[in-house]
């Protein structure tokens, strides 16, 4: 049932560029528009909507705050992503014209379902991103959008991952066709660079034993922290996640523009850093910003991982390893700089003699809040 892999793990780690298809598979039409007739929604009410807040929890929660960068450039309606946990306790300001976007691999997480109950009983209208057919979350909500990533056994969440963010993506880019808001020629090139992902996901599959032999050279570590900004910044918290849960090591992601804001005091002589660099070619700024955090940790003793576009050769001079990932637009660079932090997560786990599936304290799905 593990397909000849040693674990689920790999096993769906591989499984990655099938899923991102399926999750795309008869969801973007011949002439390149979408079609979303599945969420139930009705256009008039999308179209009235005027807020969006997206709740979920853990990795469900990395995909979210993706999701909001990706919903707020294409549509512009404001969106906040929250962990789910946190929801209903502040008394969210929700009504008739807030889209609640609830995501969850198993459907049956508790906090996200007491976040999306609390939703409803405000009034909002409830979408959820769902992998498990017929759960509690989607059977709760107005709509589903299924990911479709076929059923995810290790407790680590990979797939799954890849095809929230793939949703996500559906879903900004849906409201922006509804809408009609920035709906224009960067929009269509994304739906058609998005048709084309699993190639890119799976390119970068191919390449990944420099990163099992770097993962199993770090095994005596104690730290390892992770940098990225904007959409590198919730692919830093996932890295850092998977390395807490997997392999037992401290493990921190922080938005690199925050490093001179304390956590640079944390660098020393050695100390793994993966950072999570931005396209030169999107938002430019952002990329030469974080060639500097690079020198800036660099200088300190840092030993920097860096994953970066083939092609970005500005951060080669400053890389102890070089991690190449295939050019995407910015908003989707997610989908290709994460499966090398699973990768790297999972073969130091090993290296630990830790057990991949089921690691300790840990529960696939958490029914309790
Ligand atoms: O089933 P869900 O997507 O609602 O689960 C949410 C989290 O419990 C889950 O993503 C967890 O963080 C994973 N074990 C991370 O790998």
């Known amino acids: 049932e593990k397909g ?12 990655q560029p099938k899923a991102v298809a399926d999750t795309l598979l008869g969801r973007i039409d011949g002439s390149g528009s979408l079609s979303l007739d599945e969420v139930r929604i009705p256009v008039s009410v999308l179209r009235e909507v005027d807020k969006v807040v997206i709740v979920a929890c853990g990795t469900a929660y990395h995909a979210g705050m993706i999701a909001k960068l990706a919903i707020e450039h294409w549509t512009r309606i404001p969106c906040e992503t ?79 991952f890849l095809t929230q963010l793939v949703a996500c993506y559906l879903v900004a880019l849906y409201l922006g066709q509804v809408r009609g808001t920035k709906w224009g020629d960067e929009i269509e090139a994304v739906i058609r660079e998005l048709s084309d992902i699993a190639g890119a996901v799976d390119t970068v599959l191919e390449t990944m034993e420099p990163v099992r032999a770097l993962a199993r050279s770090l095994a005596d570590k104690n730290t390892v922290l992770f940098l990225g900004r904007h959409v590198g910044y919730p692919v830093a918290l996932e890295g850092a996640l998977k390395l807490k849960e997997l392999a037992y090591m401290h493990a921190e992601g922080f938005a690199a523009g925050e490093l001179k804001h304390g956590p640079i005091a944390l660098i020393e002589k050695d100390l793994p850093v993966v950072v999570v660099v931005p396209s030169p070619r999107g938002r430019s700024v952002l990329h030469d910003k974080i060639v500097s955090n690079i020198q800036e940790i660099r200088a300190r003793g840092a030993r920097t991982i860096v994953i970066a576009e083939e092609g970005d050769d500005a951060v080669v001079p400053y890389a102890d390893h070089l991690i190449r990932i295939p050019a995407t637009p910015t908003l989707l660079q997610p989908l290709v700089a994460t499966v090398p932090l699973q990768v790297f997560a999972c073969e130091l786990a090993t290296a630990r003699g830790n057990e991949v599936d089921q690691p300790r304290n840990l529960a696939k799905s958490v029914t309790v809040e």
């Open 82 to 160: 929250e962990l789910a946990s946190e929801f209903r306790y502040r008394d969210p300001i929700l009504d008739q014209r807030t889209l609640v976007v609830a995501i969850s691999q198993s459907g049956e997480t508790m906090d996200t379902l007491m976040a999306l109950r609390h939703a409803r009983e405000q009034g909002a209208k409830v979408l959820a991103i769902c992998n498990t057919n017929g759960s509690t979350i989607p059977r709760e909500s107005d709509a589903v959008l299924y990911t479709h990533a076929g059923p995810e056994v290790a407790v680590a969440s990979t797939k799954a």
């Open 4 to 15: 000849g892999y040693d674990y689920f793990m790999l096993k769906e780690i591989a499984e």
